[in-house]
């Protein structure tokens, strides 16, 4: 079973960035494919980015490509997500997520495929 921690979060002015964690512990980090979410108040969670267990591949909602960058840490056995450009519209309560792999290529990009959740962290975007 792996515990997941997100920090990071806080109120950032439009066009700035911001670097998300989210430390990992118990179970095997690295078999453990991961992704981070966000849920905008009034909205459902949605996936913005994800990464294959081994870090190789990755994918990004549209509206975050180019933008957004997610990586994994082995040794740190943490999780990033680098934003950058960031957008009123990305005000969101964003969650990691992650879940055993036995392919260090495949993603997953639906909410039910992932079986560990961290609390999740508060990101705030003044115009």
């Known amino acids: 079973q792996v515990q997941l921690a997100e920090s990071g979060g806080r109120l950032v002015q439009a066009g700035g960035s911001l670097r998300l964690s989210c430390a990992a512990s118990g179970g095997d980090f690295s078999t453990t494919a991961m992704a981070w979410f966000r849920q905008a108040p009034g909205k459902q969670r949605e996936l913005i980015a994800a990464v294959s267990l081994s870090g190789i591949n990755t994918d990004y909602s549209q509206s975050v490509k180019g933008r957004f960058t997610i990586s994994k840490d082995h040794a740190k056995k943490t999780l990033y997500l680098q934003m950058n450009n960031l957008k009123p519209e990305d005000t969101a309560v964003y969650y990691c997520?992650?879940?055993?792999?036995?392919?260090?290529?495949?993603?997953?990009?639906?909410?039910?495929?992932?079986?560990?959740w961290g609390q999740g962290t508060q990101v705030t975007i003044s115009s």
């Open positions: 997520a992650g879940r055993g792999s036995r392919s260090g290529a495949l993603l997953f990009t639906e909410e039910y495929e992932y079986h560990y």
